[in-house]
């Protein structure tokens, strides 16, 4: 039976506009690759939605552990259909953020796929009229770093990603001491100010690069303005080197720049 949200993204897609909650151009090839090649067991999936990334990972090979975190209870109700028959597929009904507590979700009008527990700016609105907020819904909030003994399993490698919408920064965090055990991150960005105190790209590169001693393996694009197509956010994927790759890729750079 089709769902609620195919209907309403099959009429979207005749208009041009896509509601996908993670970015239609990424190749999921390329990033279970590099889930391999960095021996990824567990993706921690934050702000799933209605379960399009895992999906997306199932079909493009990962085989490992998936946990899926939504908070609002209508996509949550799909996220639980598409991962019902898998049995290394988990999903748990809360938001992260910085604090524990109860938080209030504002929802938005493309089928949920915009919410955010941040106040939308205008330009975010004038871009995607259809994203607007329609109400609101409670959420469970809770820090990463005090559920993470109950999700991760010891020695396993652990890949977070978020699509929170400007709130990625509190989702890090809420991590605390255990942000520098995953091994890879892949978080949705804003280029621009869409959501009020948002993360922006600039930042967000920072906080991994220097912070967490991540290294940048992909961008991503994502949300284009129609109007004038300009991208407005895009998803930036970083894994943690070990010594060995880091000293050939610093060796290599030298060469790089005598070959200009």
Partial sequence: MTTLLHRVRSTAQRFGIDISRYPASWAGPQLVQLLRRFEIDLVLDVGAHAGGYGTMLRRSGFNGRIVSFEPLSRPRAELRH????????????????????????NVAGNAGASSSVLP????????????????????????????????????????LKMDVQGYEDRVLRGAGERAAECSGIQSETSLVPLYEGGLLFNDALEQMQSRLGMTLMSVVPGFTDPRTGQMLQCDIVLFREDREDRAAREEALPAARSAR
């Fill in 82 to 105: 598409v991962s019902a028959e898998d049995p290394h597929w988990t999903v748990l009904p809360y938001a992260l953020g910085a604090e524990r507590g109860t938080a209030t979700m």
């Fill in 120 to 159: 939308m700016l205008a330009r975010h609105r004038a871009a995607a009229p259809h994203a607007s907020y329609t109400g609101e819904q409670p959420a469970e909030m809770h820090r990463l770093d005090e559920l993470w003994e109950q999700i991760v399993a010891p020695g396993e490698r652990v890949f």
